[in-house]
């Protein structure tokens, strides 16, 4: 179990901002932290892992203090037992992927731990490359694998996804799921992606501006707000066609044309090139999947 | 060819080769710390590295002269208990040198410290590498275009120095004329053609080094963008 309360004066853009965080998670859990750019997020898996300072607060994992303002202690990360994915990855770009792996491994371990690393992760036929000749999925992937090659007690993971296309993005959430599921380390995921949060983690916590705002499951964290059940775009009107007693509005969506009924009292307050939202009860949509 | 040319040249490299191995043995903790430090000391310590840089060499070679005669506590110390004179020796002109191309050493390392990105060293901490271990198998590694930046910038210009080897070392063939004191000795005699022979050959071996270097760092280049 992790305890964590702690507080820090942060100096952003925008002034000064504090963040303060002090929630409890369990053993082998999944939470997102999720919240906008700014908000702390980072931050805060940083001070979990010893890489800053908090100003004052506790962070105790199984009972151990790892920081405690009140006693001065503050473990180095060293000392921590943690795996962490840096948004860039911080792969070692002058090791191979397999010596990347193993490089905190001691040395009698070391092989069979990063070949059962490599083949979980998919990537034995890269353990001879430089970080540099992979790909950004792969190398996700070996940061991945050196991060839990210690079997660490907290994975932490920064926006590690992020910088990949969708596809890419959605192979890689199901592949984080196996390998949670395989290793159970207590894991807290950095992300501003929505879909991320429901797909991976049961427990999310939203930060903005340094302060918890709303925590809990998914659903209940963003059913009253960000799911509706309507459809809503926002687009611009590029045509207007009279059509018997009622106006056909040509509406461009993004990269898509939608045509809209439009009555004459409607068509009063519209013209071409203005800005408008399109909306439609959702009881009848149609849903199908999409070919990948 | 002359042997008193041929002992010169040879001294010359031995000084030089030797000054740079102490400096990046002294270079690379030093400039660790410096590149990483937060200490109010850092700015001191960086300005003492610097002096070099502006100081006229005759000045240093006048206070290590001072400083390690015989008759100063400290070269008397030296002298009596461990028997090292670092005056009008060879030892001396190393010290000298070390002291003098200390900044051509420092700067280079410390900028290539701070080239490695900061998640690098992050990343090995939270997988509980030692601080030694990040330092001999993550930084020194990615920053080898400083490495040999120093390292070459610091052999250059100890072949090239003059003035603290002058003052502290003097004109003792076989012990401390370096090259450059030979061309001084030479020209001072009128001995155009040696004098000559020594400008020539240094000013060609330091072309090639240097040409050496800017080539190698191309090619770190290069590797970095593909």
């Known amino acids: ?292 | 060819m002359n042997p008193d040319f041929t002992q010169t040249m040879i001294l010359t490299f031995q000084v030089a080769a030797i000054t740079t191995i102490i400096l990046l043995v002294l270079g690379i903790p030093l400039s660790y710390w410096l590149a990483y430090t937060n200490n109010r000391s850092k700015t001191v310590v960086e300005t003492l590295v610097s002096m070099p840089l502006v100081l006229p060499p005759t000045v240093l070679g006048f206070y290590l002269l001072v400083f390690f005669s015989p008759v100063n506590p400290v070269g008397g110390f030296l002298d009596s208990w461990f028997n090292l004179r670092l005056v009008f020796s060879f030892e001396g002109i190393i010290v000298g040198s070390v002291l003098f191309s200390l900044p051509f050493m420092i700067h280079p390392l410390q900028s290539g410290f701070g080239a490695v990105p900061a998640t690098l060293r992050e990343a090995a901490a939270t997988l509980g590498i030692s601080r030694v271990k990040t330092l001999f198998t993550i930084l020194l590694p990615n920053m080898k275009p400083g490495i040999l930046a120093g390292c070459v910038l610091s052999f250059a210009h100890t072949v090239g120095e003059f003035g603290v080897v002058l003052m502290v070392g003097g004109n003792i063939p076989g012990v401390t004329r370096m090259a450059s004191i030979a061309i001084y000795d030479r020209v001072e005699a009128l001995d155009y053609a040696t004098a000559h022979q020594y400008a020539f050959v240094l000013f060609a071996i330091t072309f090639a080094i240097l040409l050496l270097v800017y080539m190698v760092n191309r090619r770190f280049a290069r590797m970095e963008l593909t």
């Open chain 1, 1 to 292: 179990m992790i305890q964590v309360h702690v507080s820090k004066r942060l100096h952003t853009a925008e002034g000064p901002m504090d963040l303060v965080f002090s929630g409890t998670i369990e053993q082998g859990e999944f939470i997102t932290l999720f919240g906008p750019s700014g908000a702390g997020k980072t931050t805060l898996l940083r001070m979990i892992a010893g890489l800053t300072t908090p100003d004052s607060g506790t962070i105790i994992v199984d009972g151990q203090p790892w920081f405690d303002s009140g006693r001065r202690i503050n473990l180095s990360p060293r000392r921590r037992s943690i795996g962490m994915v840096f948004q860039d990855y911080a792969l070692f770009p002058n090791l191979t992927v397999a010596e990347n792996i193993g490089l905190a491994l001691p040395r009698e371990k070391r092989g069979v731990i990063v070949g059962e690393l490599l083949e979980v992760a998919g990537l034995q036929e890269l353990a001879g490359r430089k970080p540099d000749k992979l790909s950004g999925g792969q190398r996700q992937r070996v940061a991945l694998a050196r991060a839990l090659a210690l079997k660490p007690t907290i994975l932490l993971l920064d926006e590690p996804l992020s910088a990949l296309d969708l596809q890419m993005r959605l192979k890689l959430q199901d592949e984080l799921l196996r390998l949670h599921q395989r290793y159970q380390p207590t894991t807290l995921l950095v992300s501003h992606d929505l879909s991320e949060v429901f797909r991976l983690s049961r427990r999310v916590f939203v930060l903005d501006r340094g302060e918890v705002t709303r925590s809990g499951s998914p659903t209940e964290v963003f059913s009253q707000s960000k799911i509706s059940n309507k459809f809503r775009f926002n687009g611009e009107v590029v045509h207007i066609k009279p059509s018997g007693v009622v106006y056909i509005v040509h509406v461009l969506v993004g990269q898509d044309i939608v045509q809209v009924i439009a009555s004459e009292r409607e068509i009063a307050t519209l013209k071409v090139g203005k800005r408008v939202l399109i909306a439609s009860k959702a009881f009848n949509p149609l849903i199908m999947p999409l070919d990948e």
